[in-house]
């Protein structure tokens, strides 16, 4: 009898970054033979769309019923993590003490039929009831609790031991904070699905959520850098494009109606919800990539602001696509200046070394090989070896 898994993450139908890390899991456990149980009660087309977008095999994946959710708010426009966690925090008051009760013990009575439970953590450390237990922290936590919290989060702790990061900034974070040690399980890219063009195009490429909450993607810098690039005559052929999901129906997302607007007038095109295989094409055709997640942020005091890694950056090394991205969090730990792209701390650093590059094509050349080479060490075949050695 196959050995049976639970996986939940509480942003599943946004399909990012920490989605493709948990269901990647949930692949490599079926080929394994394992039996995975997602639970998810929303869209129960799902399992579909990630295979769509992910490129992944999920064939034999269960959608089970969410015994973890709470309900979920209008988020689309939410500056910064403290309004969410009062959001969160006035939702959990609203339970009775006997509502509380009765969760805790319906999730024990489900989780314990576990041999295996993966949890990303919302921000919060749950208590599960599984064999072994595996909470992944994709956010690094912050010290800002109640010392009541301190003590459960403790607790938590003790009983739910095996903590996985998704870099080495968010793994110290989160000692700075409980003072617990972690394993560090960098995300997985399928670095052989990538390639670069046999001829790229003078496309600056960017990959991110269109949306407003936490870790922001900050595509309005972007834009504002690009509109700065373009006064120079020289780059008249060059054009920005911006690919990401949203939570929402285009028509009714805020953020990037806002982008829009401020992309008037410039060759900037938007590319919304693409398929793997779009997605694989244009990093391919594209010369630079761009990431801004982080800027503007002290990292010292909210490092969940930050990019804690940046698959999108991988994926576009994995292309040949060279990388300048923004100094904070996760993503020092991806480039090494002027070996594999750049780092930048303000518009003006970002946009004269987007034209060194422009203006070097023997230097973008030398890079873009190495981009590639270097891209191969957070492949897919390297995080399930890891996975199976923490699993075991």
């Known amino acids: 009898m196959p050995l049976k898994v639970g996986i939940y993450d509480p942003y599943l139908d946004t399909l990012g970054g920490g989605e493709r890390y948990m269901l990647t899991i949930a692949e490599i456990l079926l080929k394994h033979n394992y039996q995975v149980d997602i639970f998810w009660s929303k869209d129960k087309d799902l399992i579909d769309k990630a295979q769509d977008r992910f490129a992944l095999n999920l064939e034999n994946l269960n959608l089970v019923p969410d015994i973890f959710s709470q309900p979920q708010q209008n988020i689309d426009l939410i500056q910064d993590h403290s309004q969410l966690k009062k959001i969160n925090s006035t939702q959990k008051e609203t339970r009775t003490n006997l509502g509380k009760v009765k969760h805790l013990l319906n999730k024990l009575k489900i989780t314990r039929n576990y041999n295996l439970f993966f949890y990303l953590s919302d921000g919060s450390i749950p208590i599960l009831f599984a064999k072994k237990n595996i909470l992944h922290c994709q956010v690094p936590f912050t010290n800002k609790f109640s010392f009541q919290t301190k ?88 054009k920005l494009i911006l690919v990401g999901g949203s939570i929402k129906k285009p028509e009714l997302n805020n953020y990037l109606k806002h982008l829009k607007y401020e992309a008037k007038n410039f060759p900037i095109e938007f590319l919304i919800g693409p398929n793997f295989d779009t997605l694989k094409k244009i990093y391919s055709q594209s010369k ?3 990431h801004a997640a982080g800027f503007g942020v002290d990292e010292n005091i909210n490092p969940q602001n930050t990019e804690h890694f940046g698959m999108a950056v991988v994926e576009a090394m994995a292309s040949g696509t060279i ?23 303000d518009i003006d650093e970002l946009v004269s070394k987007t034209q060194l590059l422009i203006g070097s094509p023997q230097l973008m050349e030398q890079l873009s090989v190495q981009t590639q080479q270097d891209s191969a060490k957070f492949s897919k075949q390297n995080f399930e070896k890891k996975l199976l050695e923490i699993i075991n």
């Open 151 to 238: 003590i459960a989060n403790k607790l938590k702790l003790f009983l739910n031991k095996n903590i996985i990061c998704n870099s080495i900034f968010t793994q110290d974070q989160f000692k700075k904070t409980f003072h617990h040690k972690s394993s560090l399980l960098y995300p997985p890219i399928d670095t052989d699905k990538f390639s670069a063009s046999g001829k790229k195009e003078n496309i600056i490429l960017s990959v991110g959520r269109f949306d407003n909450i936490l870790n922001k993607k900050r595509q309005d810098i972007l834009i504002k850098a690009f509109k700065k690039l373009s006064q120079n005559q020289n780059n008249k052929d060059w």
């Open 288 to 290: 630079i990539y761009w």
């Open 323 to 345: 990388p300048i991205v923004v100094k904070k969090g996760g993503l020092p730990e991806i480039i090494n200046e002027r070996k594999n792209g750049f780092l930048w701390s």
